[in-house]
């Protein structure tokens, strides 16, 4: 039918129905010129058409449209004025364009299904515009695995669309050219690829809606930044941000941003990686981290309460990454920053404590800062704990309390105490691999583990207590090892297998008496001076004790030096000297 050449060119089917004889047997192709087109009933209802071809100024359909398996090729701007309409291809291979806008002619009171089969979708303009479905719905039904193109935006400029389910697990991809996606409800997005080509995509609902982008990877265009938040109006915490997928740039070494923010609500990510810039996490309501992210420079910043529901590596190539809250989840969890800063102000395994903890354990510049790890009961960690190593340059703070490891710990390469104790706790072998500057008290209990002090234990003050104990008296499991001096008014050292000593043992306190005691066989170490001196003589009451199991033996026959000074205080020797290996 071709009106083109009357003086309007208007079509109007009014509430006609359409059909063909027999499914699939007869093509429909309406063409109105600078006319209109009034679509008022059924098209394909009972006898569905073969194909379906639009050519007008403008379209305004108010019931379902079907064809068999056939095209359906609209090339005007579409108004949808039925409560609810389907447009529908068929199962079969029948492809649907829409080469124009398409928008509800009430806002919010009208509803769209596009359902292709394996024929794909192409939407050329924007969709709600100018008045916003109350759920618009393309390919959602399992059957349909078309590929869908989105060249426009939805729901800009009116506030946003009703609810979306665009795809399914079945579908091919999903392509975004536009640049805003804003729904006033909920927003589902299923697909086996998304690939996201329009600048900068903003994909936003309210605070108490959900966006979800399930089952495959998304992919960014060219310096691509993405942003999804539900944010905009309202409030509530029943929001969330769900991408089950990796996040991933276009390997052209330009870099892209990526924001979320579920407001009060949760957000829960998989991996990030390829050319991927600034990574910002934000929802009180907790953020999941089920896989990792790897930026090209860029920082990491997750605002709130963390779970790891996967095993997670955040890598940053001297980015920094800030954690603004507490970290849980029975998984392993690394990060690696290079030259950038790690700090996290929340408690680590509190809730729910780590598998395992690695923090620039290959090296490194950047500062690490830390709080609490678990709680004086409960380990936050199950597994080792490695917080930088021999070859990180980087300062380390810790700012809590309770260090409580559950499978034994490396720190590296200087530990600086601040005014807060710090006490670890562990069942399994302590390491730090450099020096320690202590700033109140400082205690290891290894559980049965070995202790390791590879440099010098110095202390900020005179007032200073340093106890480091393997934690199970008389079963001879742990062995204390010290590779240089020691410094503090106070100074306990119980290793039931071993105590090795490289360094002088000095009670520094001037002011009241101090006390020096030693629990385990003790070594001599094979050292450049081969003397070790136990310095007590700083305060005329500080004493040093040698229990019945400090034994005293040189490393090597003959081989090593010992000197206690005192001023007044006793000394106590209730275990043998060179009994097994004779001193100098």
């Known amino acids: ?18 059909n063909a004889e027999g499914n699939g047997t007869d093509s429909l192709t309406l063409t109105s010129g600078g006319g209109t087109i009034t679509m008022g009933g059924i098209v394909g209802g009972t006898a569905a058409l073969d194909s ?31 409560t609810t309409v389907a447009i529908n291809s068929g199962s079969g291979t029948g492809n649907i364009e829409f080469s124009s806008t398409i928008d509800a002619s ?9 359902l292709s089969g394996t024929g794909t979708v192409t939407i050329s303009g924007n969709v709600g515009a100018s008045a916003r479905f109350q759920t618009f719905d393309i390919n959602n039904v399992s059957g349909n695995t078309g590929a869908i193109t989105l060249s426009g935006d939805i729901g800009a400029g009116t506030g946003g669309s009703g609810s979306i389910a665009i ?19 909920s927003a589902t997005y299923d697909a086996a690829a998304f690939v996201m080509s329009g600048t900068d995509p903003i994909f936003s609902a309210n605070e108490s809606d959900t966006i979800r982008f399930n089952t495959g990877n998304i992919t960014l265009a060219t310096v691509s930044d993405l942003t999804i938040r539900t944010t905009d109006t309202g409030a509530g915490d029943s929001s969330a941000i769900i991408v089950q997928g990796d996040i991933a740039g276009t390997s052209d070494g330009s870099t892209t941003t990526v924001t979320m923010n579920a407001g009060t609500g949760t957000v829960a990510v ?13 929802g009180s309501g907790g953020i999941t981290l089920n896989g990792s992210i790897t930026t090209s420079g860029g920082n990491i910043d997750i605002n709130d309460a963390t779970t790891l529901g996967a095993d997670s590596t955040l890598t940053t ?7 603004a809250s507490t970290i849980d989840g029975a998984k392993n969890f690394d990060i690696s920053s290079g030259s950038g800063s790690v700090n996290i102000v929340g408690d680590i395994g509190a809730g729910t404590a780590l598998t395992t903890l690695d923090i620039n354990a290959t090296g490194g510049s950047g500062a690490i800062e830390i709080n609490d790890v678990g709680t004086s009961s409960a380990a936050g960690v199950t597994g080792l704990t490695r917080l930088g190593t021999t070859a990180s340059t980087g300062t380390f703070t810790m700012d809590g309390t309770n260090y409580n490891f559950g499978g034994g710990f490396t720190i590296g390469p200087n530990y600086t105490m601040t005014s807060n104790p710090s006490s670890f706790t562990t069942v399994g072998d302590v390491n730090f691999l450099g020096t320690v500057q202590v700033d109140g008290t400082f205690s290891i209990d290894s559980g049965g583990g070995d202790i390791t002090i590879a440099g010098n234990i110095t202390s900020t003050g005179e007032d200073e207590i ?27 050292l119980v290793g039931d297998s071993g105590i090795v000593l490289s360094g002088d043992i000095t009670s520094n306190n001037t002011g009241s008496a101090g006390a020096i005691a030693f629990t385990g066989p003790i070594t001599l170490a094979d050292t450049s001076s081969d003397s070790v001196t136990i310095d007590a003589d700083q305060h005329a009451n500080t004493t040093v004790t040698f229990n019945s199991t400090a034994t005293v033996n040189a490393a090597t026959s003959g081989g090593q030096s010992l000197i206690i000074d005192t001023d007044a205080g006793a000394i106590a020797m209730q275990g043998s000297i060179g009994g097994s290996t004779a001193l100098n």
């Open 52 to 82: 379906f071809t639009v050519n007008a100024d403008a379209l305004t359909i108010a019931a379902n449209i079907t064809t068999d398996n056939g095209l359906i090729d609209i090339n005007a701007p579409v108004t949808i004025s039925g």
């Open 1 to 18: 039918i071709d009106t083109d050449n009357t003086n309007d060119g208007n079509i109007d089917f009014s509430t006609n129905t359409i």
């Open 270 to 282: 998989a991996g990030m990686g390829t050319d991927i810039g600034n990574v910002t996490l934000d």
């Open 106 to 114: 009430e806002i919010r009171t009208k509803n769209l299904d596009i």
């Open 466 to 492: 340093i106890s480091l104990t393997d934690g199970t008296a008389g079963d001879a499991s742990g062995t204390i090892t010290l590779g240089g001096t020691v410094s503090a008014s106070n100074i306990t």
């Open 317 to 323: 190539a001297n980015g920094t990454v800030d954690f």
């Open 167 to 185: 795809g399914n697990s079945s579908v091919g991809s999903i392509t975004f050219a536009g640049d805003v996606y804003k729904t006033n409800g």
